[in-house]
């Protein structure tokens, strides 16, 4: 059983920067895609960045927080994290983390289904 545990949230003003944490126990995560995804109220989860596994260490993110948010791994902490930067009150969301399913297929890397294990959340809040 993998499980994921979120951490990091809270609330912050627009500008302010806030790194989250995702710990996965039971099953080691470097042969998998990781990602974050957020859900704001009312709207439907949406893909905010994803990892790939191997050296290359691929990244990809949503326009809406390309050049804000970075994604990284951290295989022997079993780990992966998310810088946000610069955040503005539409980043106000329940963060998500997610483990990919195998084998790694990019055209399902930013969509939900294409993860197989979800943490539990972890509330980011903007003010303005």
């Known amino acids: 059983q993998v499980q994921l545990v979120e951490s990091g949230g809270g609330l912050v003003q627009a500008g302010d920067s806030l790194r989250l944490s995702c710990v996965a126990s039971g099953r080691t995560i470097g042969s998998y895609a990781m990602a974050w995804f957020r859900q704001a109220p009312g709207k439907e989860r949406e893909f905010v960045a994803v990892?790939?596994?191997?050296?290359?260490?691929?990244?990809y993110y949503a326009d809406s927080v390309k050049g804000r948010f970075t994604i990284s791994r951290d295989n022997a902490k079993n780990a992966v994290y998310l810088q946000m930067n610069s955040l503005i009150p539409d980043d106000t969301a329940v963060y998500y983390c997610a483990r990919g399913r195998l084998p790694v297929i990019i055209t399902t890397v930013r969509i939900t289904t294409g993860y197989d294990y979800w943490g539990q959340g972890t509330q980011v809040t903007v003010s303005s």
């Open positions: 990892v790939l596994p191997g050296n290359s260490n691929t990244q």
